[in-house]
């Protein structure tokens, strides 16, 4: 979905939640959680890891992965993040 001018609450909804997820992100940096990183660097990578995976499960290019073995949408959704997320701690 390209344009989205004729769709001005999904705009809306899509910029809402960047700015939660930056928010979020922001406080991870300010409490030592996460590194600092130039720009949004770490905003810009997490969200696009995220936009990802939900688009490969909405197009249904991992229902060989989802459900095998129990693993659900969510459960592979948390094991992405907190992948991420490792990757963006603070080494200290």
């Keep these: ?31 030592g959680s996460f590194r600092k990183a130039p720009g949004d660097q770490i905003e810009i990578t997490a969200w696009s890891v995220v936009h990802g995976l939900a688009s490969l499960i909405v197009n249904r290019q991992l229902d060989n ?11 592979l959704a948390a094991m992405v993040t907190e992948a991420v997320a490792i990757g963006f701690r603070d080494p200290k």
């Design 1 to 31: 979905l390209a344009d989205k001018s004729d769709l001005p609450d999904l705009e809306e909804a899509a910029q809402l939640a960047f700015q939660s997820f930056k928010n979020i992100i922001a406080s991870c940096k300010r409490d």
């Design 65 to 75: 992965v989802i459900g095998s073995g129990g693993l659900s949408a969510e459960k």
